[in-house]
C-alpha cells in the first residue's frame, strides 16, 4: 500500500481538508497518484450544499465500484459533507465504501491504512499541513457553525463551532511558512466567532496579531464573515494589524427583510448597509465581497428587486450568486416550499451577475494608471499572475522568477475579473504596511 488518490469538491475547507489528509498519508509513506486506477487509497471529499455538487460526487463514486471490484484489497473513502453522524443509508447505498468520515475527521482512514502498514498512525504523524503548499495556503481555524440559518446543511454535517487553540494555530503557520507560504487565509464558516467556545475566549484580533509575528508570512486573510459577530475591533484589527489585508467576505444572501427573516440570518437589510458604512469609514479603500441565494421559498419578483437594489446602492467588490437548491435536512426543506420556478432562478441568477459585471468594470477600471502591490502566485500562459491586498487577480510579463514575492505592478487594462499591467519596482516587504495603491512615477 504506497499511493492514494484524493478528488476534492466543494469551500475552501473542503480543500483544506484534503490538504490535512494528503499530508497525514504521506507522513505514513503513502504517495499521491494523479490517477484513481493508480492508487491503493481512493479517497472523494463532498459537498453537499448545492444538489450540482451532491450529484457530482455520486457519479464519481459509481466510478469506483468497478475499480474496487478488480482490486477488492483497495481501500475507498468517503468523506466532508456527505456524511452524516449515521452512515448506515450511505453503507447500504454504496456497499464498496470501506470508510465514511465526517469533515475533519481522519481518524478511520488513517487507522486502517496503518494496520495495513504495520505502523501506529498516531506515532508517525505531526502538524497537519501540507507538504508541499502553494504561495497561498488555507487554514481551518473554527470548525462547524452554531446557527440555524434555514438554508444550510452545514450545522447539521460539520457539527457545533468548536476552536483551534491560537498556539495550535500559530504552530501550523510558522510550519507553512518554513515551507514556503506567504499568505494564508484563516477558514470558517463563521470565521469571525473565532475563539467564543475556548478557555480565556481569544478572539480573531487575538489571532490576527500572533500570527503577525510569524516571519515568513507576508499576508493574512480570512472568511467567511458573518455580519453579527463582525465588531468594530475586528474592523480596527483589519485596518491596523499590518499583514491582514483590507478584504472581507460579507454573505448578506438577500436584500429583503422578509426573506432574511425566512432565512434567519440574525440581521436586517438596514443593519448590514450600517455595517457597510462602518467597515469603509474605518478603511477607504477596503475590498468587500458577498454571496446572494437567489430563488429562496416566497421570494418575489418584488423582493428579489430588494437585492438588486441592494446590490446598486453598496457597489461591492464581487458577488458570488447562487441559485437556492432545497438541502433535505434543513429548516427550509421541512417548512417551506421550494416553489420558485428554475428557470426563474436562472433568470434572476443572471440579471445579479449582469449587475454586478457592470460595478465591477467600473471599479476595477477606477485602477487603471495606478500602482498596486503584488504577491506573486504562478504563472499561466506565460504570464506571471497574483493578488492584490483587496484579492484583485492582476497578470503582468517579465522574464525573471517573481514566484513568491511582493511586486509593484503598473495597471495598463482592466476587466470585471482581472488587471492587467507592467511590473514597476519589485517591493520585497517582510511587513507590507503602505496602501495597496500608490500613484507616482516609474
Known amino acids: 500500500m504506497n499511493s492514494y488518490y484524493l478528488w476534492t469538491i466543494g469551500c475552501q475547507m473542503n480543500t483544506a481538508d484534503s490538504d490535512r489528509l494528503g499530508a497525514a498519508l504521506e507522513e505514513l509513506g503513502v504517495q499521491q497518484v494523479e490517477k484513481a486506477a493508480d492508487a491503493d487509497v481512493i479517497v472523494l471529499n463532498s459537498c453537499v450544499v448545492r444538489q450540482g455538487a451532491e450529484d457530482k460526487v455520486v457519479s464519481n463514486l459509481a466510478w469506483m465500484a468497478p475499480l474496487k471490484k478488480e482490486q477488492p484489497e483497495r481501500i475507498v473513502a468517503l468523506m466532508g459533507c456527505m456524511v452524516g453522524p449515521k452512515s448506515d443509508e450511505l ?15 481522519f481518524e478511520p482512514l488513517l487507522e486502517m491504512v496503518g494496520e495495513r502498514l504495520g505502523v501506529d498512525w498516531e506515532g508517525c504523524i505531526g502538524p497537519l499541513a501540507p507538504n508541499r503548499p502553494d504561495i497561498s495556503c488555507h487554514v481551518p481555524i473554527i470548525h462547524g457553525c ?99 489585508c483590507e478584504h472581507i467576505n ?22 448590514y448597509i450600517k455595517l457597510v ?21 416566497g421570494e418575489t419578483e418584488e423582493r428579489f428587486q430588494q437585492t438588486m437594489d441592494l446590490l446598486a446602492e453598496l457597489r461591492l467588490d464581487k458577488v458570488h450568486c447562487a441559485a437556492y437548491s432545497t438541502r433535505p435536512g434543513t429548516i427550509a426543506f421541512r417548512t417551506m416550499d421550494d416553489a420558485v420556478p428554475e428557470d426563474e432562478k436562472t433568470t434572476r441568477r443572471q440579471r445579479i451577475d449582469q449587475q454586478q459585471e457592470e460595478i465591477q468594470t467600473e471599479i476595477n477600471g477606477k ?76
Open 91 to 105: 453503507a447500504k447505498r454504496f456497499p464498496y465504501v470501506d470508510v465514511f468520515m465526517r469533515p475533519q475527521q
Open 146 to 244: 452554531d446557527l440555524m440559518c434555514t438554508f444550510c446543511i452545514i450545522p447539521y454535517r460539520r457539527g457545533r463551532q468548536v476552536s483551534r487553540p491560537v498556539e495550535e494555530v500559530a504552530l501550523e503557520v510558522e510550519t507553512l511558512a518554513a515551507r514556503g507560504v506567504k499568505e494564508v487565509t484563516l477558514l470558517g464558516q463563521t470565521v469571525d466567532a473565532y475563539g467564543y467556545d475556548l478557555p480565556g475566549q481569544p478572539n480573531l484580533v487575538d489571532l490576527f496579531t500572533r500570527l503577525d509575528r510569524v516571519e515568513g508570512i507576508e499576508r493574512i486573510r480570512f472568511l467567511t464573515s458573518h455580519p453579527k459577530f463582525m465588531t468594530q475591533d475586528i474592523i480596527q484589527a483589519v485596518a491596523d494589524v499590518p499583514k491582514v
Open 250 to 271: 460579507l454573505p448578506v444572501q438577500a436584500g429583503d427583510d422578509g426573506i432574511l427573516d425566512e432565512m434567519r440570518r440574525q440581521y436586517s437589510r438596514a443593519d
Open 277 to 297: 458604512g462602518r467597515i469603509r469609514e474605518t478603511m477607504p479603500d477596503v475590498a468587500l465581497n458577498t454571496d446572494i441565494i437567489v430563488g429562496f421559498p
Open 367 to 442: 485602477l487603471v494608471g495606478t500602482y498596486v502591490e503584488v504577491l506573486v502566485e504562478g504563472r499561466r500562459k506565460g504570464k506571471w499572475q497574483g493578488r492584490t491586498r483587496s484579492h484583485k487577480l492582476v497578470f503582468f510579463e517579465d522574464e525573471a522568477n517573481h514566484l513568491g514575492s511582493l511586486v509593484q505592478v503598473k495597471i495598463e487594462r482592466s476587466s470585471p475579473w482581472s488587471l492587467s499591467g507592467t511590473l514597476a519596482v519589485e517591493a520585497k516587504l517582510l511587513n507590507p504596511v503602505s496602501p495597496e495603491i500608490n500613484r507616482g512615477e516609474d
